[in-house]
């Protein structure tokens, strides 16, 4: 089965840097990527995700880029804030599946200091 | 505009007590879904329905059962709470469509903590 493995497991940055998450996937069967944040007390919310059709989606701040062929993928913010500090779960599944079957990754902790 | 409602927020059992976690959601979402929460480890699948009236194990579904006792809600029971259950439980609904990936909404959370 697919295992998804996330890396830093915490990461501190000032504010206004970039941060870069990382993930790598083994199954090479997925084709969907997506990306939560998790604040705190709170559940994980959907932020982007990106499909092995394309190498790199942007929304504003935030960006996602895919290797297929190494099998990986990464998560990164640009002129981050102290409201980016959360938990970012990176995950992989295919898109023909149900929900059940996404892989999470173990979670990154951002913290961003002003 | 509630989305997917969890009860309690926290708990406290003590080794071998039993306790539901209720699960709610307002989407009319058919699928719904328990995950727990632990530090390094991710979310991690314990039960999920795919519809009413079906369930099916997840990753690490031993030391608990569920119920989907409408299209509204799934419940989650530990009938003899051990230390190891200690963790935070997630509720998540979704509405599949055939042969398509759909996201699913989580609800806040449930800390739960067995001494």
């Known amino acids: 089965g697919e295992n998804v493995e996330q890396h830093p497991s915490t990461l501190s940055v000032q504010e206004g840097d970039s941060a870069v998450i990382k993930c790598t996937y083994s199954?090479?069967?997925?084709?969907?990527f997506p990306w939560y944040k998790q604040e705190l007390g709170k559940g994980p919310q959907l932020i982007i995700d990106?499909?092995?059709?394309?190498g790199e989606k942007k929304d504003q701040r935030i960006a996602v880029t895919l290797n297929k062929t190494a099998k990986h993928f990464s998560l990164h913010i640009t002129e981050t804030q102290p409201e980016d500090s959360a938990v970012y779960f990176c995950?992989?599944?295919?898109?023909?599946?149900?929900?059940?079957?996404?892989?999470f990754g173990t979670g990154t902790r951002l913290l961003v200091s002003p | 505009n509630a989305g997917v409602t969890q009860t309690p927020k926290f708990q406290v059992l003590k080794t071998g007590q039993s306790m539901t976690l209720q699960c709610a959601q307002d989407?009319?979402?058919?699928?719904m879904y328990w995950y727990r929460q632990d530090p390094g480890m991710g979310l991690r699948l314990i039960y999920y329905?795919?519809?009413?009236?079906?369930?099916d194990k997840g990753e690490v579904p031993n030391g608990y059962n569920v119920s989907r006792l409408n299209k509204r809600e799934f419940s989650l029971r530990l009938e003899s709470a051990a230390p190891s259950q200690t963790s935070v439980y997630f509720c998540?609904?979704?509405?599949?469509?055939?042969?398509?990936?759909?996201?699913?909404?989580f609800g806040q959370g449930t800390r739960l903590t067995v001494v």
């Open positions: 329905s795919a519809s009413e009236g079906t369930t």
């Open positions: 990106i499909r092995s059709n394309v």
């Open positions: 998540a609904s979704s509405e599949p469509r055939a042969g398509r990936f759909t996201e699913a909404f």
């Open positions: 995950a992989a599944s295919n898109t023909g599946t149900g929900f059940q079957k996404l892989v």
């Open positions: 199954d090479s069967a997925s084709n969907y």
């Open positions: 989407m009319n979402h058919n699928s």
